[in-house]
């Protein structure tokens, strides 16, 4: 998500002085790279209230690519902190923002059904080897569904109870605001970071 402010540093730049106009660059660079850490922080706060436990993995993932005086935008997000760019190892995040359809990166998609997850609503690589180390637990497709089942009952009543489906694809609509959060944080913060860092670049201008 990029922070970008350039009209309102351009309509700035025409009413001030020209020794003021020489610290515009130099304060604008601060003060979105300042808007962009509260952007961070609150995208870190509201990663929790929307989504369902996201791991500290998730969290720690939120990184800001810094502003200069050359190009003026900040970026926050799930992206790699020096060039901008999404970061593929969390690109599962862009379905909990944009929505959309993902495919397996393999085989399957693990979709839990009747077994317990982690404390963060996961499924592990671990836990699926432990269910198949069972001897109780076996691979099939039941009546046209996927999965690792479990075999059920006694010799007298035989059943199966499926534990994890293998699914080829997964739905997903859109649950994590994050443009919202940062253009609502770049609103109310930019012009206080601005006004600060610029007051400062003029104290000390020779």
Same mark, same amino acid.
């Given at each position: 998500?990029?922070?970008?402010?350039?009209?309102?540093?351009?309509?700035?730049?025409?009413?001030?002085?020209?020794?003021?106009?020489?610290?515009?660059?130099?304060?604008?660079?601060?003060?979105?790279?300042?808007?962009?850490?509260?952007?961070?922080?609150?995208?870190?706060?509201?990663?929790?209230?929307?989504?369902?436990?996201?791991?500290?993995?998730?969290?720690?993932?939120?990184?800001? $690519? &810094?502003?200069?005086?050359?190009?003026?935008?900040?970026?926050? #997000?799930?992206?790699?902190? +020096?060039? !901008?760019?999404?970061? =593929?190892?969390?690109?599962?995040?862009?379905?909990?923002?944009?929505?959309?359809?993902?495919?397996?990166?393999?085989?399957?998609?693990?979709?839990?059904?009747?077994?317990?997850?982690?404390?963060?609503?996961?499924?592990?690589?671990?836990?699926?080897?432990?269910?198949?180390?069972? $001897? &109780?637990?076996?691979?099939?497709?039941?009546?046209?569904?996927? #999965?690792?089942?479990?075999? +059920?009952? !006694?010799?007298?009543? =035989?059943?199966?109870?499926?534990?994890?489906?293998?699914?080829?694809?997964?739905?997903?609509?859109?649950?994590?605001?994050?443009?919202?959060?940062?253009?609502?944080?770049?609103?109310?913060?930019?012009?206080?970071?601005?006004?600060?860092?610029?007051?400062?670049?003029?104290?000390?201008?020779?």
């Amino acid at each position: 998500m990029e922070i970008s402010v350039k009209a309102d540093i351009a309509k700035a730049t025409k009413e001030l002085y020209r020794m003021e106009r020489k610290q515009i660059p130099f304060a604008a660079s601060q003060a979105l790279n300042d808007t962009a850490w509260d952007a961070r922080r609150a995208v870190q706060i509201q990663l929790p209230r929307k989504l369902d436990r996201p791991t500290p993995w998730t969290i720690r993932g939120v990184r800001v $690519k &810094k502003s200069n005086k050359r190009k003026l935008a900040a970026y926050v #997000g799930f992206i790699n902190s +020096t060039t !901008g760019m999404p970061d =593929p190892s969390r690109s599962y995040m862009k379905y909990q923002i944009h929505g959309g359809t993902r495919f397996p990166y393999s085989r399957a998609i693990k979709m839990p059904v009747n077994v317990k997850r982690n404390k963060f609503g996961n499924l592990t690589r671990k836990k699926v080897n432990q269910l198949l180390a069972n $001897k &109780k637990n076996f691979q099939a497709t039941i009546k046209g569904i996927p #999965g690792i089942w479990q075999r +059920t009952g !006694g010799r007298r009543n =035989p059943g199966v109870k499926l534990l994890i489906a293998w699914e080829d694809k997964a739905q997903y609509r859109p649950r994590f605001p994050l443009r919202k959060i940062v253009t609502g944080v770049t609103a109310s913060k930019f012009h206080r970071h601005f006004n600060r860092r610029l007051a400062a670049a003029l104290r000390t201008a020779r």
